[in-house]
């Protein structure tokens, strides 16, 4: 059973920066692509930044340029550098492990709340 839990979220003004954290419970880099997403109220889940191969990074177009997904192996973490954030970035953002394999399953973090008004 793996875990993710995500921190960092909170309230931000428009044009400011976030760093979100995603620890996982084990050393799961090898058998998963990390991920982030979103949840933006009255929305679908959609992908914010993924690694795909190795570290080759996704990024969804409206936050190109802005955000920035990185790993640290060693300690089992995923951040999501996000910077001149918008109103349109508030939302739940969740980490995701996606398998490698399909029979492995698929997990997803609780979840940090990111506000951004002013």
């Known amino acids: 059973q793996v875990q993710l839990v995500e921190s960092g979220g909170g309230l931000v003004q428009p044009g400011g920066s976030l760093r979100l954290s995603c620890v996982a419970s084990?050393?799961?880099?090898?058998?998963?692509?990390m991920g982030w997403y979103r949840q933006a109220p009255g929305k679908q889940r959609e992908l914010v930044a993924r690694f795909t191969s190795g570290s080759t990074t996704n990024y969804a177009d409206s936050v190109k340029g802005r955000f920035t997904i990185s790993k640290d192996s060693a300690k089992n973490m995923v951040y999501l550098q996000m910077n001149n954030l918008k109103p349109e970035d508030t939302a739940v953002y969740y980490c995701?492990?996606?398998?490698?394999?399909?029979?492995?399953?698929?997990?997803w973090g609780q979840g940090t709340q990111v506000t951004v008004s002013s």
């Open positions: 084990g050393s799961i880099f090898s058998s998963y692509v």
């Open positions: 995701n492990a996606d398998p490698f394999l399909s029979w492995l399953p698929n997990y």
